[in-house]
């Protein structure tokens, strides 16, 4: 039997993207003890390893696909095809954003002021070239972590560092003076996947259910029941992605009515619909929305 075979990224990444396949329909069995983890599919293998290096091996056909953050793509220079992005990390759902920052009190305000200085980042040749495009000759210095104190303690005078939020960074004294790469993950393929219809068949299958459970995480399902009288203003209060579904029950003066809505809208549209005279409204969770 054919397989696809399908890296998941070790790391900080790691059990985001176990949950969201989970969610996608598909249980990963990690082991401590292993790279090659289960799945409850006999038509993938799964293996993982570091996200950093994930774009070399889709690139170079150790894998068919895999799943990996922009930046290290970018870092790597591989030539592989992007199948979809996937906004979701380890914490949050917002992009990686990765900044130039330098201690809140130095007087560098640009990055035309770092001509000749150090920089210290994990993402040392997407900074060399970044810079380069630039036309600033700066060092570019790998740093294996701690990035945000070397520049405390004057090993370096700046830092290309990632953040979300930004708030780390402050906290550790750092100001930031240029985002210079906003990063999300992305399921990445290579040629002669895409060339083998088996394997492309299940690598867009994968993007679909994966894109569909992302987008399900901030929406949610309503059921509710509503007097025929009711129906036309109950609907003028309901959004969806087409339009409510709606059924009539066995008494004929009643609805069924079912909607999926955003999750945040939630709080605020129940109290209109009960005013409006829905009863036994339910709310519940979804997987996917496709």
């Known amino acids: 039997m054919s397989k696809l075979i399908l890296g998941i990224p070790k790391g900080s990444l790691q059990e985001a993207t176990v949950k ?10 990690m082991s401590s003890r292993s790279y090659f983890p289960q799945i409850n599919d006999p038509e993938i293998s ?39 992005d996937l906004l979701y990390s380890k914490s949050s759902q917002r992009p990686v954003r ?28 997407f900074t060399r070239r970044y810079f380069a495009e630039q036309g600033i000759d700066v060092k570019v210095e790998f740093s294996w972590g701690a990035t945000e104190a070397k520049v405390i303690s004057g090993l370096c005078d700046a830092v290309v560092e990632a953040t979300e939020t930004g708030s780390t960074l402050r906290a550790n004294g750092l100001r ?25 068949e299940k690598i867009d299958q994968i993007a679909l259910l994966l894109k569909g459970a992302l987008k399900a995480r ?23 992605i087409t339009s409510p579904t709606t059924s009539n029950l066995a008494n ?39």
Do not use: H
């Not at 809208?265 to 209109?272: A, S």
């Open 20 to 29: 969201l396949f989970k969610r996608s329909g598909w249980d990963i069995t």
């Open 98 to 125: 990765w900044v130039l920052a330098v201690p809140a009190e130095s007087e560098i305000r640009d990055i035309s002021q770092l001509k000749g200085a150090k920089i210290a980042t994990e993402l040392t040749n």
């Open 252 to 290: 004929p003066e009643w609805w069924s009515v079912e909607v999926v809505v955003d999750k945040g809208l939630v709080r605020d549209m129940v109290p209109k619909l009960l005013k409006e005279g829905a009863e036994g409204i339910v709310e519940y969770p979804l997987n996917k929305v496709i």
């Open 218 to 240: 901030n929406m949610v399902g309503l059921k509710m029941n509503v007097p025929e009288a009711s129906l036309k203003e109950v609907l003028g209060i309901l959004p969806a």
């Open 176 to 200: 930031i003076v240029k985002e210079l790469l906003v990063s999300n993950t992305q399921l990445i393929t290579n040629a002669p996947a895409l060339a083998d219809p088996f394997k492309k």
């Open 46 to 84: 799964v293996s993982i390893c570091r996200a950093q290096e994930m774009s070399r091996y889709v690139e170079n056909g150790t894998f068919d696909a895999g799943l990996t953050g922009k930046d290290w793509i970018m870092e790597n220079d591989s030539a592989v095809e992007v199948v979809c």
